[in-house]
């Protein structure tokens, strides 16, 4: 057995020890007590409508992958469509386990607040929930990744292979399984990001416009139609969404990594360096896999002690050890790898600082998410004076709060893009592109533990929603919307988090597809200096602004669509509580529009650089990559940041902290205006912008060897 083998099947072991820990959390919080017959039948509700929402919008996605899969085992590579179904269903799985998790979470927090009414122990049932989605994330992205490496004989630098019909097509079939596996892990996020998104806003703001402007409701109150759709919506969106979202990302990282270690290669073979072995490509193969692997047990090792510590009454607190636990072990445990793997092997010129390049590289990574979640926390967080400024001029009327949230949203900008910077920089310089790869993956490496404090978020959400939906103590409110404010922070970090991670991925793949070789010679450098690439690139950034666009749009018409048929049923009978309203219509309308309206800007992200491969060839597909990356990460930011601070703004003032200015105060109707535009931003466009660009890149350099040599304007 080979030590790349031996060592993948260790990691295996890790991921399958990580596995066993995820179905011991999800049996446990199973086991928990849901609460009263009114929290069962509503927590039931909530469950029954994700699983069929889920059901529908998979049945869409199940023709769209099966369709690309033949495509790929027919024209590009023979078994690329089988990997690529392996990707799909990787991401698939954790979407449903994550959806599945949370809604058992969330019920059970609430009651664990009522039967406790104590912070800290019910802080422990949300985590456990959302433990459940951040390992499964890491969990199911290696063990399909690793099943793609131990099946088709791992990684070589000098195959060929092709598909049944374009047999004169030759590729490396090696890398083209990575590139396809990280492909169906792509293409289901983009779907479940545009669906789950337009669903779940789609309700939350006809809810907010039923509740808190027609009738003068609270935000969750059960005699509003489309607040059942709205908790739903929290789980399909921001569970299996972000799930699948950030599933993909730490595939990408991994497969980006791998595709530059072949790049690097045969540059180094063509350029006459003899030194270099086949025993410096493998060490460059299995670092990424290691990395991630050590990142795993940081994890395991963070969200256990969290499980097993006696938590106090600051959650923040206590989230944030999690982070940092499981971030220092990746440092330490990525450190003693890295000098393992490359101490004794020739290494390339590019790694200025031997064979401690590819580790420092990991740790601008892993610096950099948590310096962009602080950056995140600062200009999203009630306890902070960005979003206290925007609740300040809620006093002003409805466009003082716009104009000032969109200059917090704008400011926010340029440090995460500084930090993003930095580390590519610096990872550049003292580990090349290979050096950017593994500080994108070292950001992703302990992802784990960031999408179980994220998925903390909605649970606490949900969680604070079904206490007042369902009447419980005014002291068990206390404690959930303690939990949903401290949810609110956690998920507008994930978001952030999920931002700086799209842009370093993004980076890899382009720095991949640059580097990409198809068949029997590598692709020509691009030469990025041509009309081409500037013609792109100026369509690149244009087409991601009518993507936002049509995100924003779907979203509008399908909350308009959903107030008005919510606003008749609640008739003066509902009014008084002799009545229920027809919850399972409004999920059905929820469910109906969200898919209708996915289809269109997840098959563009699809169809562009195929389109613009065909037509103009791969130079022009480099520059809208470029451009897209360029325009779509500043706006992403700018979308999450604002929609985070204008939530929290609204929030700032439900809970009393703007003297004077309560609930049902103009003040406060000026901020539901302003959480209504941050809505759709940060929970549609700012995180779609992320799968956009990925898609689009990880397309790209999957269709290399077809677009190369086959393009109208050679």
Sequence with gaps: MSLLTSSWLIVLGVVVLALIYVAFNYFRIKKMPEGTAEMIELSGIIRSGAQT?????????????????????????????????????????????????????NVRTSNKARESLSIGETVKVALCGGSISGLAVQ?????????????FGGVKHDAESSGLVLKALTCNPYIMRISTYSLGCSIVAMFNRVAGGNYTKAADISSDILGKLRHDLPEDDSRIPNTIADFIG????????????????????????????????????????????????NATVLFPVILAGCGLVGCLIGLGLANIKKMGDNPSKELDLSTWISAGCTIVFGGVASYFIFKDVPLYTEFKLGWASPWVSSI????????????????????????????????EGEAFVVTKGDAVGSRSVLLPVLVIIIALIVSGIIGGSYGIAISALGMLAFVGATVSIDAFGPIADNAGGLAEACHLAPDVRKITDKLDAVGNTTAAIGKGFAIGSAAFATVSLIMAYVGTYSGDAAVPVLNFATFFVVAGGILGGALVEYFS??????????????????DKQMTQEVLDGKAKPDYNMMIAMAAKEAIRRMVLPSVLALLIPVIGGFLLGPEFVGGILVGATIVAIPRAIF?????????????????????????????HKAAVTGDTIGDTRKDVVGVALDIFIKLMSTVANTITPIISRYHIFK
Excluded: R, W
């Design 139 to 151: 969990g199911f992205g290696m063990l399909g990744f690793i099943a793609v490496l131990l099946c």
């Design 53 to 105: 929402f889920l059901k529908t919008e998979f049945k869409s996605i199940a023709i769209v992958v099966g369709a690309v899969a033949v495509i790929f085992t027919l024209c590009v590579e023979k078994t690329s469509g089988i990997t690529f179904l392996m990707g799909a269903l990787m991401s698939s799985i954790v979407c449903v386990l994550g959806m599945q998790s949370a809604t058992y979470a």
């Design 364 to 395: 601008m990574g892993i610096v950099s998410g948590i310096a962009i979640g602080i950056i995140t926390e600062y200009y999203t967080s009630t306890d902070h004076k960005p979003t206290q400024k925007i609740a300040e001029m809620c006093t």
């Design 549 to 566: 666009a049509i995100l924003t749009d779907n979203t509008i018409d399908a909350a308009k669509i959903m107030a008005d048929v919510g």
């Design 639 to 667: 979308m999450g940041n604002s929609g985070g601070a204008f939530d929290n703004a609204k929030k700032y003032i439900e809970q009393g902290m703007l003297k004077g200015h309560a609930k049902g105060s103009p003040a």
């Design 234 to 281: 929290d789980n399909v969106n921001d569970i299996a969404g972000n799930c699948s979202d950030l599933l993909e990302s730490f595939v990408a990282t991994m497969s980006a990594s791998i595709m530059i270690s072949v790049t690097l290669f045969k540059t180094a073979l063509a350029e006459g360096e003899t030194q270099i072995t086949d025993a410096t490509f």
